[in-house]
């Protein structure tokens, strides 16, 4: 069970996810494959793309995006809120699972669904639809932003108490070079001079 990683020997780990996002998803998968390899006391936060993108200008499909992402992200703060951060250590790989790669974006569906998978009660589906859990997610959004950067986003990962955004990936890797990846980020990280390190994305996501 992922849970059972949160009270693991080693680097503590936090990784800070929105359910909707495919990137934080493949972040999410490539922990976990470190966590498999190598002992990580590894844990989930939830942090909002909605809450985020609140008030930007943003293009069409992408205001679409982020209007619908409130509800995922709601239910898993009320997870956490009513469950601890346990809960959403079951209930964020549920959904992960069919939102991205089952493809399945009916999240009317999905959330009872991942709910029942994640052995939650069915109620939690309705803080899709209410604001009254906003506050507690906005409240985790806020910390990992002060630990980033407020024009960063999701993934956020903490290492060694070193945040940083990202490493933003379009697929997940395995064995030695999810191992070389995890020790060349904690490497970065610790380092006080560094602040960014990226490439032009070519690659289609994969999920596999």
């Known amino acids: 069970m992922e849970d059972n990683f949160a009270d693991a020997p080693g680097p503590v780990v936090a990784a800070y996810v929105d359910p909707s996002c495919p990137f934080a998803w493949i972040t999410s998968r490539w ?19 909605a809450v985020i993108n609140e008030h930007r ?32 250590a079951r209930l ?16 009317e569906t999905v959330i009872p669904a991942a709910l ?7 109620e939690l589906a309705d803080a899709a639809h209410r604001n009254d859990i906003d506050p507690q997610m ?9 630990l980033v950067g407020e024009d960063l986003g999701t993934p956020t990962v903490i290492v060694d108490d070193v945040a940083f955004f990202g490493p933003v990936l379009t ?16 490497l970065l990280a610790g380092c006080r001079a560094f602040t960014e390190l990226k490439r032009a994305r070519t690659d289609g996501l994969s999920f596999a």
């Open 31 to 49: 922990l976990m494959e470190v966590a498999r390899l190598r002992p990580i006391a590894l844990r989930f936060e939830v942090m909002s793309l």
């Open 57 to 88: 200008d943003l293009e069409p499909w992408y205001r679409e995006f982020n209007d619908r992402a409130w509800g995922p992200a709601r239910v898993c703060a009320a997870a956490v809120a009513q469950h601890g951060t346990a809960a959403l």
């Open 92 to 107: 964020y790989p549920a959904l992960g699972r069919r939102i991205h790669d089952e493809k399945n974006k009916d999240f």
């Open 116 to 122: 029942a998978e994640a052995g939650l009660p069915a």
């Open 138 to 146: 906005r409240a985790s959004t806020a910390r990992a932003q002060q």
């Open 171 to 186: 697929s997940i890797p395995r064995g030695d070079e999810a191992l070389r990846l995890f020790d060349g980020a904690r």
